[in-house]
């Protein structure tokens, strides 16, 4: 009876192990968890940044880490909602499934967004601003596929969405008493100017608010493209690159500053004040920051830093990107304000040091030491805040000591037809990578590094162009 036990006992240990080794075979070829939060007939989808696609809420599996942990931490950091795995709903090739109930009540804005999903708050999630911008709860069927990063999963959402746990969610109008004192009042203020808006004759309103929102586009990265080869034109090589190295040295001081004081955009708050698309934390203001540091430069360049017309147009040029910023519900004003003394800080520090007889101003920013320092420092930020736009830098920083490397003190000036041909050439260049990227959209590595080698590729045709023309010339 004994040895009928222990056989019985070491045949189903045998059976055990089999089982066990198999789950975990089929648990290692899983490299990716996902979870279907479900309320109603929407589910909770977020907007990742690198693919600029919505998705379910989820993310690859550690090393040694069960799918359904990996589900629930990716939930957790992508839209900071604790969930619960209620069960399985289906998995793929790679991926898992599952079931998530939030442990707490979901809040979610009664603002329907223009894809008719409802708003959720998530400016406290661990990963916001750096995988994802938004979250919505959304009706799976109504999704544009082009707008979704996997465009054939929608059917099955569709289909598996009744066998999902139904949860309550609780609307509220706005969350203004949660953001901090002196942001409240602004929020007021801006309410109060859209509000303004509103109540004037459409004919007016057609008119004065799309010129004021054009102020925005003075916060565009690619307009760079166009403003670069113009300085170099106008001032020439030693100039531009140190209008580059006072454009790097502010915006790295500016991320950093946003990352520790991690105050987000006004309209996170309010959904409905936002008229222009933009994510992350805005204290201070990295566009008016660039913009005072370089204005600033080029005014000292031009022996034009007093009262006159140049300091007054750009001054006015700083408030209206100040205003589009903030009736558009992307920047406080005191944002804006910050951002524009720590430019003219930075800017003030580069003149003082030119002033310096014994300092060789040029040769400093020029030179392969500095560009390592930068290049070392913005990969430490890169480890400590693992955004994109870290890695952005890291990239171009990385270009830049290249070339400088190669770098020639000469007086080579290129003629504004050779210039201009190039600005064109850097123009379709940039309009080729973009629509690179949207046809790698559904993977976030690959759209990570086309994102990453957009403005190194720019930079290093700019370079070269340059200097081919210079000797032709």
């Known amino acids: 009876m004994k040895l009928n036990s222990k056989i019985l006992s070491l045949v189903l240990g045998f059976i055990s192990l089999f089982v066990s080794s198999t789950t975990i075979a089929n648990d290692s070829s899983i490299s990716g968890a996902a979870c279907v939060i479900r309320s109603g007939e929407k589910i909770v989808l977020v907007k990742e940044i690198l693919t600029n696609k919505l998705s379910l809420p989820a993310g690859g599996v550690a090393k040694g880490e069960s799918p359904k942990i990996a589900a629930q931490r990716e939930t957790w950091e992508e839209t900071g909602l604790v969930v619960s795995i209620k069960g399985e709903l289906g998995r793929d090739e790679k991926a898992v499934f599952y079931d998530c109930v939030s442990d707490s009540d979901i809040v979610s804005f009664q603002f329907n967004n223009r894809l008719d999903g409802y708003e959720l708050p998530i400016w406290f999630a661990p990963h916001y601003g750096i995988e994802v911008s938004s979250a919505m709860l959304i009706d799976p069927t109504v999704v544009p596929k082009q707008e979704y990063r996997f465009p054939d999963q929608l059917e099955w959402l569709g ?19 949660a953001a901090p004192a002196f942001h409240q009042i602004e929020l007021s203020w801006m309410t109060q100017i859209q509000h303004l808006f509103l109540k004037l004759p459409s004919g007016i309103a057609n008119i004065i608010e799309p010129l004021l929102l054009a102020g925005n586009w003075l916060a565009e990265p690619s307009l760079i493209l166009i403003l670069f080869p113009l300085l170099y034109w106008r001032f020439g090589k030693e100039f531009s690159y140190k209008v580059f190295f006072a454009v790097t040295m502010t915006s790295l001081l500016s991320l950093v500053a946003q990352q520790g004081f991690a105050f987000p955009r006004p309209h996170v708050y309010l959904p409905a004040l936002d008229l222009a698309k933009s994510y992350g934390f805005s204290l201070p203001s990295l566009p008016i920051a660039v913009w005072s540091c370089v204005g600033v430069l080029v005014l000292n360049g031009t022996e034009r830093l007093s009262i006159n017309r140049w300091s007054l147009s750009l001054f006015f040029a700083l408030l209206w990107l100040t205003a589009a910023k903030f009736y558009s519900g ?144």
């Open 159 to 177: 289909t598996v969405l009744p066998q999902a746990t139904d949860q309550k969610v609780v609307f509220v109008g706005n969350l203004i008493e």
């Open 330 to 473: 992307s920047a406080f004003l005191t944002d804006s304000v910050s951002g524009a003394l720590l430019g003219i800080l930075c800017s003030w520090h580069l003149i003082r040091l030119e002033s310096k007889p014994e300092v060789d101003a040029k040769a400093l920013m020029t030179s392969k030491m500095v560009w390592v320092i930068l290049l070392i420092a913005c990969a430490v930020m890169t480890l400590f805040w693992p955004t994109p736009i870290f890695t952005y830098w890291l990239a171009i920083i990385l270009t830049v000591l290249g070339l400088v490397i190669t770098f020639e003190r000469d007086a080579n000036i290129v003629s504004g037809k050779a210039l201009l041909m190039i600005t064109v050439m850097l123009v379709l260049a940039n309009g080729l990578i973009g629509a690179a990227a949207e046809h790698v959209s559904s993977s976030s590595i690959a759209s990570l590094s086309v994102e990453a080698l957009r403005y190194p590729v720019l930079i290093l045709m700019f370079a070269v162009s340059v200097r081919k023309v210079a000797k032709a010339e």
